[in-house]
């Protein structure tokens, strides 16, 4: 007896279920930041692993987009080929790693450092959407918390840490204002990412798997990080450059390069370093 | 007509017989054999010999044979028969660096001396339903790299807290199994009573301070899987002696720092080690492990997840099983004690209701 051949729907998902998520969708984008419940399904990856994103990618994926995945900033990283492979069987699309040849990027934990476009879409993979969560963990309060605009326990945060530390201690998943409303999570981005959500000429889509929830920030919107007068909200920065490409202003991964503690520094981003690099060469060469 | 329910031997030898027979299927079928179940099932051997306390790959798969997949069941058993054998003492710490990692990775750098090894995994399988392709080139590449442990070399910036305090001795670790436990417990004692811990329910409470209650919000500095050697230190020799290798998995998780004006910031750890291939359990171990130490790092007691006295009562599977289970045994006699109360409780009710409606009327 051979066993019973089965067949996926284009994209994984069901229609109805991607009609679903779409809906919900419009209603995230309609109200920029605010959380909505959806009816999460599972997917072939572990919960927490990127289902939020893979939900929504296949939500909206059709045959015309071409898909980059990155994880941590690079294209090569085990999850990010991992999903990339993942989508190319089971919604037939071409994928890229080049930043503006894109017109979907599922990401985590970075935005690309190449300036995004009109009509291309950022899909989160979030973890923890509820920005309040580890101030208070239940969701009937946070909600509560969204309704009445009542975000007084964040800044109280924010101020403890200047009083312990001397200054913010956020470094991920720093939290800002949408459109001068509701307080979000941006997923685990740096800070350093924040600034380029304000204003920024792409729809960012972000998809929480585990906790049931999408929000967005439609483009030309207002992002604020948070801050005080006398204490405003700073971005991590780097001093050196990239030890691979040269880059400055970029954000960058340590790589542990010896037992003694040596190290290097080089891009997060890896279509980005290497196009770098490239064009240095090439530089070099015609000169 | 009604009969009374009596436990006769013969019900019992009739549920034995019948038990065997559901485990036994269709007699068409060969049988499982244990050596199919140890070499086929080995995360399940794992999980058995884990929680069940004693490494015996062939016995663990026995055990699960034995009890129709009922992993509860066969760590019950292999507790069971564990408690029968002789102690002659304890082996020597095992040396988890000098491990031949089959599998390693840390989530905390892109890249580490001696680098990441997926070896064998779960992760990034599309579980999808096709058909596996198993005739791929298998490079175990269990090389001779050195691997240092990945909190060796942020702890050796500092940036780390140490293994233990410069000035604190390491006594003889407690034996859970042997010694009556009594709250507060050290943590080499609570780290066995969580190695023997269930792994669902660990998880849960591993899942729990992650999404903020007790936030513990941690990295996974590694997770390596490999073979150790054991060696036992025979006081009649006076050098150690090697007794086989085990399979261990290791989890070292990082998490946020502490640190005030006296003192500066490092981060602090949870740590997990269990038999074989068990790294969910690893995992969650350290975490719940590093949630416990709220005390240390005088943290409030907010959360489940750092309530030692709670965690540690609850986290033995055989016990819960037990407890929970011996529902079904006869309780005729304390039930029929408290339907002689709730009847005359009722009844009082009613005298005291009717004598009310008398008065108002």
Redesign the interface.
């Known amino acids: 007896m051979s066993a019973q051949q ?1 067949e ?1 729907n284009i994209g994984y998902l069901d229609e109805q279920t991607k009609r679903m998520i779409r809906r919900t969708l419009l209603k995230a984008v309609a109200i920029p930041g605010f959380q909505v419940p959806f009816a999460s399904r599972e997917v ?3 919960r927490g692993w990127g289902t939020g994103g893979v939900q929504l990618t296949a939500a909206i994926i059709g045959s015309d987009d071409v898909l980059k995945v990155i994880d ?1 900033g ?1 294209d090569d ?3 990010a080929v ?1 999903i990339r ?2 989508f190319n ?1 089971v919604a037939g699309v071409p994928t890229t790693t080049r930043t503006e040849d894109a017109t979907i990027i599922q990401t985590r934990h970075r935005i690309p450092e190449t300036p995004l476009g009109e009509g291309q879409i950022m899909v989160y993979q979030v973890p ?1 959407p509820e920005p309040l ?2 101030l ?2 239940r969701e009937t309060e946070t909600r509560r918390m969204h309704a009445l605009n009542e975000y007084g326990l964040m800044y109280v945060k924010l101020y403890e840490d200047i009083a ?2 001397g200054h913010i201690a956020k470094t991920y998943d720093y939290p800002v204002l949408v459109n001068d409303r509701y307080l979000m999570a941006p997923s685990p981005t740096p800070s350093f990412d924040n600034p380029k959500l304000h204003q920024s000429q792409a729809l960012h889509i972000f998809g929480a798997g585990c906790e049931k929830r999408i929000y967005a920030i439609p483009p030309h919107t207002d992002v604020e990080s948070l801050g005080f007068e006398d204490y405003p909200f700073e971005p991590q920065n780097f001093d050196q450059p990239c030890a691979i490409c040269g880059s400055t202003g970029v954000y960058l ?9 040596g190290a290097m520094y080089a891009c997060s981003d890896s279509d980005h370093c290497e196009r770098t690099a490239a064009r240095a060469d090439n530089e070099e060469a015609a000169t | 007509m009604y009969v009374a329910v009596k436990g006769g031997e013969k019900a019992i030898a009739n549920a034995h017989a019948l038990l065997a027979k559901e485990g036994r299927g269709d007699p068409g079928i060969p049988a499982i054999g244990r050596d199919a179940v140890a070499g086929q099932l080995p995360v399940l051997v794992s999980r058995v010999m884990t929680e069940g306390s004693l490494y015996d790959p062939k016995l663990a798969a026995r055990a699960v044979l034995r009890c129709q997949g009922d992993v509860l069941e066969a760590i019950t058993l292999v507790r069971s028969y564990r408690t029968t054998l002789p102690r002659f003492g304890y082996s020597e710490p095992i040396d988890t660096a000098g491990l031949a990692p089959q599998r390693r990775v840390s989530a905390t750098f892109k890249d580490i001396p001696g680098g990441q090894q997926l070896g064998a995994t779960f992760d990034y399988t599309h579980r999808l339903f096709a058909d596996p392709t198993s005739d791929g080139p298998v490079d175990t590449g269990a090389d001779a790299v050195p691997m240092p442990r990945v909190s060796d070399l942020l702890g050796s910036d500092a940036l780390l807290e140490p293994d233990r305090a410069a000035d604190r001795t390491d006594p003889e670790p407690a034996d859970l199994t042997r010694e009556p436990t009594v709250f507060p417990m050290t943590r080499a004692e609570r780290l066995q009573g969580l190695a023997r811990g269930d792994e669902g329910f660990l998880l849960a409470l591993g899942y729990s301070t992650q999404r903020g209650y007790g936030s513990t919000h941690p990295f996974a500095g590694e997770i390596r899987v490999g073979e150790v050697e054991v060696e036992f230190d025979a006081p009649e020799l006076g050098f150690p002696v090697p007794l086989g290798r085990i399979e261990v998995t290791e989890c070292q998780m990082i998490n946020q720092f502490t640190g005030n004006s006296d003192t500066p910031a490092q981060f602090t750890r949870g740590y997990g080690l269990v038999f074989g291939r068990g790294e969910r359990k690893a995992m969650s171990m350290s975490l719940v492990d590093r949630a416990l130490r709220a005390d240390e790092f005088q943290e409030r007691i907010v959360a489940p997840a750092q309530d030692e006295e709670f965690v540690l009562s609850h986290a033995d599977n055989v016990q819960a099983a037990g407890f929970v289970e011996h529902l079904k045994l006869p309780h005729y006699v304390d039930f029929q004690a408290e339907l002689h109360l709730i009847r005359r409780l009722r009844r009082d009710f009613h005298d005291n209701a009717g004598s009310k409606q008398e008065t108002n009327a």
């Open positions: 089965i996926y072939p990856l572990p941590q690079a990283t085990t999850n991992s492979a993942f069987l923890i969560r580890f208070e963990p312990k530390y991964d340590q790589i542990i390069t010896d037992n003694a503690g």
